[in-house]
């Protein structure tokens, strides 16, 4: 039926007025309709000699003809409304239909409806038994739970050659930037590779062929390279023109740990002892801190300054405070003992400043977490193998350690839960050092098997990512403001 026409205005073919309404013919198919809007008299299709007719006033007239002024539109609405309306019922066939209902099926049809077009679910008849409750009310099992966990790559995003690395577990041979540089010591040269551009640049050679490089460190702007030697010797580089500014020499065996605190360079030998170096000035060597009786293979200042923490051969961990003592003297304000083995692994907990974390080499394979100010272990827990680095993460309350054998493997390690997040394989000898790039996303390992691999283990939701970037500008321009 043509839309916007009840029974009473439906018409035949031939042109002629409909039918009054009961006289219940069926549809027809709709023809063309003239949408002019002339009064003029039309005359009947198909009948080219027929008499003229005038347009029917009456409701249900001949629809070939629409003159609206003469169409009773108020009334074709009426009729349309009332033929889409659901039909009146009485309260008592209500009553009875809905007796019948319960008698035959049990249940009111009506309320047992299980798609609604709308209004709120209904509930549920009293003495209802849903056979499937017990499925849908069981709590979800361990391995069907999902896990809130954020995906880590297993697979490196990189791997590059590193011929002739030293597979000397007490070396620290490669550091990362802030400019994006990474210094890689490869026996006796040390290379630097732009992570932007993918350059790889030759910085020094030794002159010597028995020599070799034992140690690398970048200040914290990035545009200085600290270099340690098999023969006792401190260099000094500027990368920017790729020049050795100058030779400090002070120690009397390899310099095998190196770390800065602003414009102070820590340097620690085989000898066991720790010297400062002001790099501003000639006479460079200020500070000796003697407190291992063995090799320092680990040397790292606290974030804020405060405190150096050791490790050595010896087993031993001492935390340095900045200052002299009341005697002139530098003296240890702690010495942990507990590691069985030697302590290569040192890290200071980024968002809690007098947190530690250390590792102890094959006697030991223990990772311990310490609170510098109070001399307590928070907590220990057994990495089943040697420990060679320990790194935090600046993105997640997690940290990674690079271990030996017989996994060759980097963990990461929730905190302070302790918890085994994941495991990252590829390495096939043991994991000599670890450093992470300047945004925290991605960690750098070099191992005996003479490869660097490049893992993204620790990269941003690009959302938090943005608030995080927000969050630091806003201090930053707090900061600015202060000093203005």
């Known amino acids: 039926p043509c839309p916007g026409a009840g029974p009473a205005q439906r018409a035949v073919d031939s042109g002629m007025p409909g039918p009054s309404p009961a006289a219940g013919l069926s549809p027809m198919k709709p023809a063309n309709r003239s949408h002019s809007s002339s009064k003029t008299p039309s005359r009947t299709p198909g009948k080219p000699g027929s008499k003229i007719q005038s347009t029917p006033t009456k409701a249900g007239g001949d629809r070939y003809i629409p003159n609206r002024s003469?169409?009773?539109?108020?009334?074709?609405?009426?009729?349309?409304?009332?033929?889409?309306?659901?039909?009146?019922?009485?309260?008592?066939?209500?009553?009875?239909?809905k007796a019948w209902a319960v008698n035959l099926n049990g249940f009111d049809i009506e309320e047992a409806k299980i798609l609604r077009l709308s209004g709120k679910p209904q509930n549920a008849p009293e003495g209802y038994?849903?056979?499937?409750?017990?499925?849908?009310?069981?709590?979800?099992?361990?391995?069907?739970?999902?896990?809130?966990?954020?995906?880590?790559?297993?697979?490196?995003?990189r791997i590059l050659d590193a011929p002739e690395i030293r597979n000397d577990y007490y070396l620290n041979l490669i550091d990362w930037s802030s400019q994006n540089f990474l210094a890689v010591a490869l026996d006796n040269?040390?290379?630097?590779?732009?992570?932007?551009?993918?350059?790889?640049?030759?910085?020094?050679?030794?002159?010597?062929?028995?020599?070799?490089?034992?140690?690398?460190?970048?200040?914290?702007?990035?545009?200085?390279?600290?270099?340690?030697?098999?023969?006792?010797?401190?260099?000094?580089?500027?990368?920017?023109?790729?020049?050795?500014?100058?030779?400090?020499?002070?120690?009397?065996?390899?310099?095998?740990?190196?770390?800065?605190?602003?414009?102070?360079?820590?340097?620690?030998?085989?000898?066991?002892?720790?010297?400062?170096?002001?790099v501003r000035v000639a006479e460079h060597h200020v500070a000796t801190l003697a407190g291992h009786t063995q090799e320092v293979c680990g040397l790292k200042w606290s974030l804020d300054g405060r405190y150096l923490a050791s490790g050595g051969n010896d087993n031993l961990v001492n935390i340095w405070p900045c200052t002299q003592g009341d005697s002139g003297d530098f003296a240890p304000v702690q010495t942990f003992s507990q590691h069985q083995?030697?302590?290569?692994?040192?890290?200071?907990c980024p968002w809690q400043s007098n947190v530690l974390a250390t590792g102890g080499g094959t006697s030991d394979r223990h990772i311990r977490i310490w609170n510098v100010c109070s001399g307590t272990c928070l907590s220990a827990v057994d990495a089943h193998s040697q420990v060679c680095s320990i790194l935090w993460s600046t993105n997640y309350k997690e940290f990674i350690s690079g271990h030996g054998f017989a996994q060759n493997q980097l963990v990461i390690w929730k905190y302070p839960t302790m918890a085994k997040v994941t495991e990252l394989r590829g390495h096939t000898a043991r994991v000599l050092n670890l450093t992470m790039s300047?945004?925290?996303?991605?960690?750098?390992?070099?191992?005996?098997?003479?490869?660097?691999?490049?893992?993204?283990?620790?990269?941003?939701?690009?959302?938090?990512?943005?608030?995080?970037?927000?969050?630091?500008?806003?201090?930053?321009?707090?900061?600015?403001?202060?000093?203005?």
Not at 341 to 348: C, F, L, P, R, S
Request: net charge neutral; with cysteine.
């Open 438 to 484: 300047p945004d925290g996303a991605t960690v750098a390992s070099a191992a005996a098997d003479e490869t660097l691999r490049l893992w993204r283990c620790f990269e941003m939701d690009p959302i938090k990512k943005k608030e995080k970037e927000k969050a630091n500008s806003a201090k930053s321009s707090i900061i600015h403001q202060g000093i203005r």
């Open 189 to 278: 040269s040390v290379y630097l590779w732009n992570h932007t551009s993918g350059e790889i640049i030759q910085l020094l050679q030794m002159e010597h062929p028995d020599d070799y490089v034992s140690s690398v460190s970048w200040i914290k702007e990035g545009n200085y390279l600290a270099v340690g030697t098999s023969n006792a010797e401190v260099q000094l580089w500027d990368i920017q023109h790729q020049k050795r500014l100058r030779n400090m020499i002070s120690h009397s065996s390899r310099v095998g740990s190196l770390s800065w605190n602003s414009y102070i360079l820590s340097s620690g030998a085989r000898a066991g002892h720790i010297h400062h170096h002001d």
């Open 70 to 97: 003469t169409l009773q539109m108020e009334m074709a609405n009426f009729l349309l409304t009332k033929e889409n309306d659901p039909a009146e019922e009485s309260p008592t066939k209500k009553e009875q239909q």
């Open 341 to 348: 083995g030697a302590v290569k692994a040192v890290a200071w």
């Open 129 to 157: 038994q849903n056979n499937l409750k017990v499925l849908y009310s069981q709590k979800t099992t361990p391995g069907s739970s999902r896990k809130n966990g954020r995906y880590i790559p297993s697979m490196p995003d």
